[in-house]
């Protein structure tokens, strides 16, 4: 089945054993979060998905966007979740002071990380930014119960309940890690912050995203933009996809939209897009899509 915006699933559905599967997503930008009635239809907010597997929620990186997620997980409170960074550069994680169920005693969190290799921990890099003169306080403000966890990237989690998290080394200054969920058969997979060499596809990232249903990817540049400015670890969206098409992905979404592309350069990368890989999509705040 191709994913598809607003697709619900049937009550028969549930009574033949299956349960909802989907990402939505809260944050699509990179680098900065931008504003303005320029970039309003595909929003401004950086890197944060959501991800529904029946009842278990994942989060999938802490830019601007997942504020937003936060004010409206905390209606479901008490809450007990997991959250996976892609890496821990600013615009990934700079929403995370500002994600209201933190503040909630009765909530319970894992954050995970597989990039810090470099002697930093996931618990040292969110202290290392919740810190003076850049805030007026530290992670110890959080009430929630809060576990750091750190796995070696290219390991697979498995999460319970039918949920498993497979991982990649993506190739990112500082590095960085690509995730591939799977759950009842189906996969849903985060490639983000992912440089390429030109005329080279990688074979790590064809490896992780193989087959996948829904295949997000930083989609940062064009080709043509890559040819007159250094990438800084980034990609385009012409190469997702050839990597899609090289790994017989389903959907493949355009992702991590630089700051700089307003409205009118999204929709014309929309319909480069769809003549390029028809049904493919341009993430958008907001949208949802299910395997």
Request: with cysteine; proline share 5%.
């Amino acid at each position: 089945m191709t994913a598809k915006t607003g697709q619900t699933l049937k009550p028969e559905d549930r009574k033949n054993g299956q349960e909802d599967f989907f990402v939505r997503f809260w944050g699509v930008r990179g680098s900065v979060p931008c504003g303005g009635p320029d970039v309003a239809k595909y929003g401004g907010n950086t890197s944060c998905l959501e991800v529904r597997c029946g009842d278990r929620v994942l989060i999938f990186d802490g830019g601007t966007g997942i504020r937003y997620l936060g004010n409206h997980l905390a209606r479901e409170a008490p809450l007990d979740l997991d959250i996976f960074l892609t890496h821990t550069h600013l615009d990934h994680v700079c929403g995370l002071p500002f994600f209201k169920p933190f503040y909630d005693a009765q909530n319970k969190f894992r954050m995970w990380s597989g990039h810090c290799a470099f002697g930093c921990t996931t618990h040292d890099a969110l202290k290392g930014l919740m810190v003076v003169p850049l805030l007026p306080m530290d992670v110890d403000v959080f009430t929630a119960d809060c576990d750091f966890l750190d796995f070696p990237v290219g390991e697979t989690l498995d999460m319970g309940d039918g949920v498993v998290i497979r991982t990649g080394v993506l190739n990112h200054p500082n590095g960085c890690t690509g995730y591939r969920i799977e759950f009842q058969g189906k996969s849903i997979c985060y490639i983000t912050d992912a440089e390429h060499i030109d005329g080279k596809r990688d074979q790590a990232v064809v490896d992780l995203i193989k087959d996948c249903d829904i295949f997000i990817y930083d989609s940062t540049y064009t080709d043509e933009e890559l040819k007159t400015q250094p990438s800084f670890g980034h990609s385009t969206w012409e190469e997702g996809v050839r990597l899609a098409n090289a790994a017989g992905v389903k959907t493949f979404v355009a992702f991590h939209h630089d700051p700089d592309h307003d409205d009118g350069f999204m929709d014309g990368v929309a319909r480069d897009l769809e003549v390029a890989r028809p049904g493919s999509e341009v993430a958008k705040e907001g949208m949802v899509l299910r395997p």
